[in-house]
């Protein structure tokens, strides 16, 4: 897979001073990246019964669809307070600066059902840590948090540690 880290992209100081931004971007535009990345990341899971794909808005969309579809597993989408049109399921989770809530349908997921969880980027966790509350709260098994990268120096996978978790590239 090294031959994919050359399509993220750094960008110092973005969205905001300090922050190196990992823009997966060309990644994205890359036919052959994405067909080898989406075959890496179900690989990291491995022959497992799936029901449900969970995408974190907005970039854990891109590859958690491409996953579920591998799987014929439905796709499921948490989002961003306020933007979910159903009744949802809510938790409120840490950001830099205080405080972000991330919601899904309260019909997503049926009790037992075998998930996975996958973002973009797992950096300090806290995102991650509120989707699988989520998924508890609806009766969810979580059968693994999949990240396309981890920022290991942040140490993210702490507050995700009673469950399965991979990585593709880490930095
Ligand atoms: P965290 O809750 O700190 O683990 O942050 C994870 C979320 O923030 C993911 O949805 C990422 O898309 C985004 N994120 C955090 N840090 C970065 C980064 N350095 N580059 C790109 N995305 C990031």
Same mark, same amino acid.
């Given at each position: *897979?090294?031959?994919?880290?050359?399509?993220?992209?750094?960008?110092?100081?973005?969205? +905001?001073?300090?922050?190196?931004? +990992?823009?997966?971007?060309?990644?994205?535009?890359?036919?052959?990246? *994405?067909?080898?990345?989406?075959?890496?990341?179900?690989?990291?899971?491995?022959?497992?019964?799936?029901? +449900?794909?969970?995408?974190?808005?907005?970039?854990?969309?891109?590859?958690?669809?491409?996953?579920?579809? =591998?799987?014929? &597993?439905?796709?499921?989408?948490?989002?961003?307070?306020?933007?979910?049109?159903?009744?949802?399921?809510?938790?409120?989770?840490?950001?830099?600066?205080?405080?972000?809530?991330?919601?899904?349908?309260?019909?997503?997921?049926?009790?037992?059902?075998?998930?996975?969880?996958?973002?973009?980027?797992?950096?300090?966790?806290?995102? &991650?840590?509120?989707?699988?509350?989520?998924?508890?709260?609806?009766?969810?098994?979580?059968?693994?948090?999949?990240?396309?990268?981890?920022?290991?120096?942040?140490?993210?996978?702490?507050?995700?540690?009673?469950?399965?978790?991979? &990585?593709?590239? =880490?930095?």
């Amino acid at each position: *897979m090294k031959e994919f880290e050359s399509f993220i992209r750094d960008i110092h100081d973005f969205p +905001k001073p300090g922050v190196l931004f +990992k823009d997966i971007s060309p990644l994205l535009a890359n036919p052959k990246a *994405m067909h080898d990345c989406t075959n890496a990341l179900y690989d990291l899971i491995g022959d497992e019964r799936i029901d +449900k794909v969970i995408g974190i808005e907005s970039r854990g969309f891109f590859f958690a669809t491409l996953l579920a579809n =591998k799987f014929d &597993a439905g796709f499921i989408p948490v989002r961003k307070s306020g933007k979910l049109p159903y009744k949802t399921v809510a938790e409120s989770y840490e950001l830099e600066y205080g405080n972000g809530i991330l919601e899904i349908h309260e019909d997503a997921i049926q009790k037992g059902d075998r998930v996975v969880i996958h973002d973009d980027v797992l950096a300090t966790g806290g995102t &991650a840590r509120a989707v699988c509350n989520l998924v508890e709260k609806l009766g969810g098994e979580i059968v693994q948090c999949n990240f396309l990268i981890e920022l290991v120096f942040l140490n993210g996978k702490e507050k995700i540690q009673e469950f399965p978790y991979a &990585a593709l590239f =880490k930095y």
